[in-house]
Each structure stands twice: as C-alpha cells, then as structure tokens.
T-cell receptor, first 114, second 118 residues
Framework: AQSVTQLGSHVSVSEGALVLLRCNYS??????LFWYVQYPNQGLQLLLK??????LVKGINGFEAEFKKSETSFHLTKPSAHMSDAAEYFC????????????FGAGTRLAVHP | GAGVSQSPRYKVAKRGQDVALRCDPI?????LFWYQQALGQGPEFLTY????????KSGLPSDRFFAERPEGSVSTLKIQRTQQEDSAVYLC????????????????FGPGTRLLVL
C-alpha cells in the first residue's frame, strides 16, 4: 500500500530564510505527487503537482518541488520565506491508475518568525 | 466561479445524535470525495463518487457512516449515533473525471465542516 512520510511535524524559519519541507513516498510505481497548503479554518489549496515530464515543478507563491525517483522524495522548497507562508503543508500521492484518491502525509506546520 | 462549498461550517452534536453534512461541488465536476481530518493529522479518504455512483466506500470507519449523491451533484455525509471519536473536520473535494492515461485531475477542496461530539 502507498504511504507518505513527512519528516518534521513542525518547522520554524526566519523571514527571508530558505524553506525546506520533506516528503517521501512509499510505492512500487512512482505515483502522482502533490503539495497542498492549509491555512487556519480553511480547506486545502493546491501548491503544485508532479505528473510527468520535468522533475522540478514550480507552483504558486514561489514554491517549487523536485521529484527524485531514486530517493522516492518530493521535497518542497522556497528560497525566501514570508510571514504569510505560515500554514500547514501536506504532501499527498495518488496512484497513476484508477481514480485519484489522495493519500496524505501527516503534515508539517511551518512557522515563520521575524 | 464558485468553489466547493460545505455546510454547516461547524456542528456540535451530543453523543448519540445523528448529523448530516452537505457538500456542493463545483458545477460540472464528476468526481466527489469525502475525507476525514482528525486534529493534528492529514486528511484520510472516506468515500468516492463518480456522478451518482459510489464507487469506493472503503474508508468509511463504520456502518454508522453513510454517504449519498443521488443526482450526481450535491452530496451528503450522514453519521448516525455520533461518538466522540467522530470529532474531526470533514472535507469534501471535487474534480473533473480522470481519463485513463492522462494526468491526474486536481481536486478542489471545500472549507470543511468541523464536527465536535460532546
């Protein structure tokens, strides 16, 4: 069965610092990969996704992620954190066949301090 | 255009009560999903509809949980005889139908219904 592991339930960075949120998946066949962001009392918003093609994917709000098949990873990065980036981030996968049921990691709460 | 909407946004129920949670997907979206998000956890899949057909209900935690989408649009998640462990945020998402061989369609999420069972 597929699973998603997000290392670090809480990450704290300074404003302007690099943001790195880690995600590893477990699957015999590389799935489709997603990062969602959740602000307090709001639903999930898609940041970016990898389906095929270029392994470096750019998303909204300056975020990007790189799919590394050899490492079964899909880490999320942003060169310079803003205060508004403080939120919960979820990595998710869905199998390439069948319908697109999402399997989520436990989430990483990002705090940005001045 | 309008996104996915859910109602109510908050629901407090006494243990043993029945509750009904509503989801209005984006117009024209064929696929509809329900997820349960416990406090401090990632969302977990409950059930999936393609139009009015419930194709997967493997994530429903017990037979107290029931979902329907009778006309292929609005969906209702019903929980009978609520228990404290049912307290969670219930998220609904919709997407266009996925065509075999193409990339996975994005799921658009509603704001969720926060259920608290006392």
């Amino acid at each position: 069965a597929q699973s998603v592991t997000q290392l670090g339930s809480h990450v704290s960075v300074s404003e302007g610092a690099l943001v790195l949120l880690r995600c590893n998946y477990s699957s015999s066949v590389p799935p489709y990969l997603f990062w969602y962001v959740q602000y307090p009392n709001q639903g999930l918003q898609l940041l970016l996704k990898y389906t095929t093609g270029a392994t470096l994917v750019k998303g909204i709000n300056g975020f990007e992620a790189e799919f590394k098949k050899s490492e079964t990873s899909f880490h999320l990065t942003k060169p310079s954190a803003h205060m508004s980036d403080a939120a919960e981030y979820f990595c998710a996968v869905t199998p390439r066949d069948g319908y697109n049921k999402l399997i989520f990691g436990a989430g990483t709460r990002l705090a940005v301090h001045p | 255009g309008a996104g996915v909407s859910q109602s109510p946004r908050y629901k407090v129920a006494k243990r043993g009560q029945d509750v009904a949670l509503r989801c209005d997907p984006i117009s024209g979206h064929v696929s509809l999903f329900w997820y349960q998000q416990a406090l401090g956890q990632g969302p977990e899949f409950l059930t999936y509809f393609q139009n009015e057909a419930q194709l997967d209900k493997s994530g429903l935690p017990s037979d107290r949980f029931f979902a329907e989408r009778p006309e292929g649009s609005v969906s209702t998640l019903k929980i009978q005889r609520t228990q404290q462990e049912d307290s969670a945020v219930y998220l609904c998402a919709s997407s266009l139908e996925r065509t075999s061989g193409t990339f996975s369609e994005t799921q658009y999420f509603g704001p969720g219904t926060r259920l608290l069972v006392l």
